[in-house]
């Protein structure tokens, strides 16, 4: 283990299960990788043991947060009334959760995009005078027009990309469809926002699309989530804001160094969620490759890994994959390497250790499906095709009975009943409430960690 000074900046640690042997000939390498980041100025902490840490360091690195929170003000926000109060008092609640010195601003979403406070094409400095005025101008917030939720978004990016601080965090809110403008149109604008702040997205109501939420929250590395009664909303506000003041650190990325003849498969983040990484590589020098991880507090998240590598005969070993968790240098030199783990393949003739699964991969894979299962199962319903639907949904009340997930299992009641919950067995419900529905919906990502 290594030994690094106590620094008041977060400390990173990457732990790797796996199973390293294979059959002879075997050429798929899986292993699951836990990140953990303490301290911060707020913990403290050692690395854990077993595990390589380093604080984060380095003149220059850009410190404190900005925050654009982003309300939908179309039409629909009229019904009812109380919908627009709401959106109000949550945007308020999340004002009063703002630390001193954090920058932010407020925008009101339609077809078009406006700055509701400071309103002056820049960011506020959170005090107790700019948290007020901007209790004030939410009076100014009221429902009319479309919704183009591309265009918040890309003013939300030129808001937060003229601060010059560590983390850039949105906050989106919407109650419909994305109508005003096209699917390429908000797609492009993921894009362009992509690596330059993450945003939490929420859908308040039913009458929003679930799929669109939960992409934007996946493409900027945020969380996705239902509110279907309104006068929830300053409750889950304040806790998101909450979430963004805990964060220290942004633009953490996992590299992937492979041998020759190695190759990632894929790359999943599967712990607290299932975020599918693996389209976002971006080349990092001759065989490795950043994944994206977003802001970091005081937290733990956990990587599926999946390597094929070269066949070998018995008694051969190799790396299969060097783990690194890097931080760039924003003066653009060498970027920072704050842990590292490896993964190994060694075959064998032992058909007992090669066919061993290891226990957090075992676990994770089922989550990943217990994910699509539920996707496909309420796809298939939606469509009709209900011996379909009640084959997947009763496979995902199978491998959440056997996860543990209990909150899965109590969304999936809603959904069908359960005859036998360790055979997968069920009946689709004749009456499904919307909300019902898009919760489960929302929420089929969310997972629950593996019990070490």
Not at 113 to 125: D, F, Q, S, T
Not at 162 to 188: F, K, S, W, Y
Not at 412 to 417: G, T
Not at 437 to 445: A, F, I, V, Y
Request: hydrophobic share 40%; net charge negative.
């Amino acid at each position: 283990m290594a030994n690094f000074s106590k620094s008041n900046a977060p400390r990173f640690s990457v732990e790797v299960y796996q199973n390293e042997f294979l059959p002879e000939g075997g050429r798929e390498v899986n292993a699951i990788v836990t990140v953990t980041s303490t301290g911060g100025g707020t913990t403290g902490g050692d690395p854990l043991p077993g595990t390589a840490s380093a604080p984060l360091s380095g003149p220059g690195r850009a410190t404190g947060a900005a925050v654009v929170i982003m309300v939908d003000c179309s039409g629909s926000m009229d019904y009812p009334p109380t919908k627009m109060r709401n959106a109000r008092d949550a945007t308020a609640a999340a004002i009063d959760t703002l630390r001193d010195g954090t920058s932010f601003a407020v925008i009101g979403g339609t077809h078009v995009a406006k700055e509701v406070y400071p309103a002056n094409g820049g960011l506020a400095v959170a005090d107790a005078r700019t948290r007020a005025r901007a209790k004030e101008a939410l009076r100014s917030l009221a429902a009319g027009g479309g919704t183009a939720v591309g265009t918040w978004l890309r003013l939300a990016d030129r808001l937060l990309g003229a601060a010059d601080v560590a983390i850039r965090h949105g906050i989106l809110l919407t109650d419909g469809r994305n109508e005003h403008e096209t699917p390429e149109d908000l797609r492009a604008a993921l894009e362009s926002c992509a690596g330059r702040f993450t945003c939490d997205a929420r859908g308040v109501g039913t009458d929003w699309e679930v799929k669109e939420v939960t992409g934007i929250a996946s493409a900027l590395l945020g969380t996705a989530d239902i509110v279907a009664d309104p006068a929830e909303l300053a409750t889950d506000f304040r806790q998101m804001m909450e979430n963004a003041m805990g964060k220290e650190v942004a633009d953490i990325a996992l590299r992937l160094w492979t041998p020759v003849g190695a190759e990632i498969a894929f790359m999943k983040q599967v712990a607290p969620s299932v975020v599918d990484l693996t389209g976002r590589r971006t080349e990092a020098g001759p065989r490795a490759g950043d994944y994206p991880t977003g802001s970091w507090g005081d937290e733990s998240r956990d990587y599926h890994v999946c390597i094929r590598v070269p066949a070998a005969g018995t008694g051969q070993e190799m790396l299969a994959c060097r783990v690194s968790l890097v931080l760039p240098d924003p003066a653009g030199g060498a970027p920072q390497t704050l842990s590292q783990g490896l993964v190994r393949a060694v075959w064998t003739d032992d058909a007992a250790a090669s066919t061993s699964i290891n226990p957090q991969v075992a676990h994770y894979t089922g989550q990943a499906e217990l994910a699509q299962v539920i996707q496909q199962g309420l796809d298939a319903r939606k469509s009709g095709d209900f011996d379909s639907a009640t084959a997947k949904l009763g496979r995902a009340v199978q491998l959440a009975s056997v996860s543990g997930n209990e909150d899965t299992a109590k969304l999936l009641s809603k959904v069908v009943d359960v005859v036998d919950a360790a055979n997968g067995t069920v009946r689709l419900k004749a009456k499904v409430a919307e909300a019902d529905s898009m919760t489960l919906e929302t929420r089929s990502t969310k997972t629950v960690r593996v019990k070490r």
